[in-house]
């Protein structure tokens, strides 16, 4: 990562200042372009599993994060991953695909200066939204709701980049909300009138993915916003109230989260619903963080 020099405070406010926060930290965070030439490889219907295996293959240090994570506890695959040609062969493009997105992003933001954020705990609270909301779309028997892991996972990327182009005000918002018990997304707005959601989803947007990923990071703390995703966004809406609840991890925002009573109507579930789900989840995350976070 290169040397990171931090925004001043209303060079960032308004829309015009989220724009241009997007375009600074790109220059310090991106996804390598190997993410993208796999997107291609993926949607052009003359590619073969040897094309995207040797696609892969030009990256070493991705391949051996990715299997790291394929041979995790959140995908329990009956046998181990132990190659690339294995890993396309067997467990499917779509998967495929979310591994190098994740190992893309999590190393992409390695480089924050230590003592910023603790990594660690920022990733253990991600991965642990990422998870909850996929298990309570798949307790819901919500179609496709695996989908719901890749945009509960990142969330909180948009703190992230405030963390890296906006520490002072950072700082400054966590004694605030300290002193007045506010959630912290509404003393981002505050000050610069979008929150670390909307920087977010507009760096994904920025980057390329898909809607159904940056919608509900945008719309997580507000997911009756979220239009066709509002139930991806309620997923990761409920999820993420319990895990700070729960105290799994921490991003940065501390307080525990209300959940509003629209999510948990869209899902049909009860607040010990929630609990059930939480434990089964729970069960996953401890490992899934340790492949993460190891080199």
């Known amino acids: 990562m290169a040397s990171v020099n931090p925004l001043e405070i209303t060079s960032a406010q308004g829309l015009q200042g ?46 051996a994060r990715m299997l790291r994570v394929a041979n995790s506890a959140f995908y329990s695959f009956p046998t181990k991953i132990e190659t690339i040609e294995r890993a396309v062969s067997t467990i499917g493009l779509r998967q495929i695909r979310e591994l190098v997105l994740i190992t893309s ?67 400054d918002l966590m004694q605030q909300r300290q002193e007045s018990g506010q959630p912290m997304y509404l003393l981002e707005r505050n000050v610069l009138d979008y929150s670390h959601a909307e920087i977010g989803g507009r760096l994904l947007e920025f980057w390329k993915l898909p809607q159904s990923i940056w919608e509900p990071v945008v719309t997580h703390h507000e997911p009756h916003k979220g239009g066709e995703y509002s139930l991806a966004a309620s997923a990761i809406h409920i999820a993420d109230a319990w895990v700070n609840t729960n105290r799994v991890g921490s991003s940065g925002s501390g307080f525990e989260l209300a959940i509003q009573p629209e999510a948990l109507e869209r899902f049909d579930i009860e607040l010990g619903d929630i609990e059930q789900i939480g434990t089964l989840a729970g069960e996953q995350i401890q490992a899934v963080v340790r492949q993460f976070m190891s080199h």
Request: hydrophobic share 45%.
């Open 18 to 63: 989220l724009e241009a926060l997007i375009l600074e930290v790109d220059k310090l965070v991106s996804l390598p372009d190997i993410y993208y030439r796999l997107e291609e490889a993926i949607v052009d219907p003359g590619s073969t599993t040897d094309r995207i295996a040797e696609l892969l293959r030009s990256d070493p240090d991705l391949c």
């Open 105 to 171: 992003v999590v190393k992409a933001f390695e480089g924050i200066p230590p003592g910023t954020v603790n990594m660690t705990m920022f990733w253990e609270h991600s991965v642990a939204v990422g998870i909850m909301s996929r298990e309570l779309g798949v307790q819901a028997r919500i179609p496709n709701a695996e989908g719901f892991y890749i945009p509960g996972l990142l969330h909180d990327i948009g703190r992230l980049v405030m963390y890296l182009k906006l520490p002072r005000l950072m700082h």
